[in-house]
């Protein structure tokens, strides 16, 4: 789910970088010394599942784990992403460094709302059946977010990447569905095998 330099404008790049900045900053003061491991291996699912990528026109669709970075870092998938990104970047090109602020609140402003609205509901998930309910939201969530701020950038940029903006959604439909059912499975062996990767999230302090 990047976006490729010299699409967006001046000011949403600025704009971006910005809030991404102010992002990572709360991300950084919410981490605790216990959960560093857990964000540095996220940040490693992230940096791999990442690397498969299916060009669609100015844009790529591939797997994000955003929603599945939300549930189990919280505020923390602010810098997880951004290094993740920022590798990505410098070593194979993608997306690039002029828009990495933007492409880190795609993805990461979505991870933070799925952080909000479902972790409290993990943690009270009882069976199976509602901690894959819970799962599924969250990778949908996290793509659906994660299409409506690109779809936002393309718009503030101008009239003419209205087109884009569509695009970008409708092909991005068949990701939205897989990232559900994979981050569903995903954190149902969580819960089933680790669940203290679950329990131990990181909040503001």
Known sequence: ??????????????????????????????????????????????FTASLVQVP?????????????????????AFPSILIALTLQAVIFRYGGLTVLGVNTLIMACPAVLVHILLSPFL????SRARVLVVGAC?????????????????????????GVAGLFVVTHIPVLLVEGVFTAAMVSFLWRMKPELIESRSYVT
């Open 1 to 46: 789910m990047h976006i490729s330099e010299g699409i967006l404008s001046t000011p949403v790049l600025a704009g971006g970088g910005v809030i991404a900045a102010a992002g990572v900053y709360v991300g950084l003061r919410s981490l605790n010394d216990e959960d560093i491991p857990k964000t540095a291996m996220m940040t490693a699912v992230f």
């Open 56 to 76: 669609a026109g100015p844009v790529s669709m591939h797997l994000v784990l955003n929603g599945l970075m939300g549930l189990l870092l919280g505020w923390s």
């Open 123 to 126: 943690r009270m998930a009882q």
């Open 138 to 162: 969250a990778g949908l969530l996290g793509i659906a977010g994660g299409m409506a701020f690109v779809a936002l950038a393309f718009v503030l940029t101008g009239r003419s990447m209205y």
